[in-house]
């Protein structure tokens, strides 16, 4: 009886180290906090916290796939939205790079400044996606 709790013991040290090894800040989930303006102003409310794991990983993909400008770009009026990713585990630090988002004049397309010198304009494909998980609206229901 005593070799299969020493036997248990052992595996279970071993199962603990070997996830404990595993796991990196790439592995931990995120959550996104988004900001909308107010009014005409650089103003700015908390807006929606998404936490749904696929959409965070669906957004990060999106962002990843981006191919990005290196530009200071000055826009006719503050972003429409901003947004950044956190760790939902509050002992974990990581720098938050900041994204900012407008929507296009047509409504059928988002730019995004991504930290201080990263510019894109997305694919309407990819601005709904991305404007879908930021709102919970669609984008092409827009006025």
Known sequence: MGIHK???VFIFVVIFIAT????????????IDVQKRVG??????????VIDNEQVLKLKEI?????WESAKVEMPRP?????????KNPKIEAK????EV??????????IVQGDNQYAQLT????AILYEIITGDKLVYLK
């Not at 404990?20 to 959550?31: A, H």
């Not at 309407?124 to 601005?127: A, R």
Request: with cysteine; proline share 4%.
């Open 96 to 99: 938050a790079v900041l994204h």
């Open 63 to 67: 962002l990843d796939e981006t191919d």
């Open 40 to 49: 005409d102003e650089n103003k700015y409310e908390d807006f929606k916290v």
């Open 124 to 127: 309407k494909e990819n601005s």
């Open 6 to 8: 020493l036997l248990f």
């Open 102 to 111: 407008w929507i296009s004049p047509n409504k059928d397309k988002l730019e």
């Open 79 to 87: 972003p429409d939205y901003r947004f950044v990713f956190q760790f």
């Open 20 to 31: 404990g090894c595993s796991g990196g800040l790439e592995n931990e989930e995120q959550k």
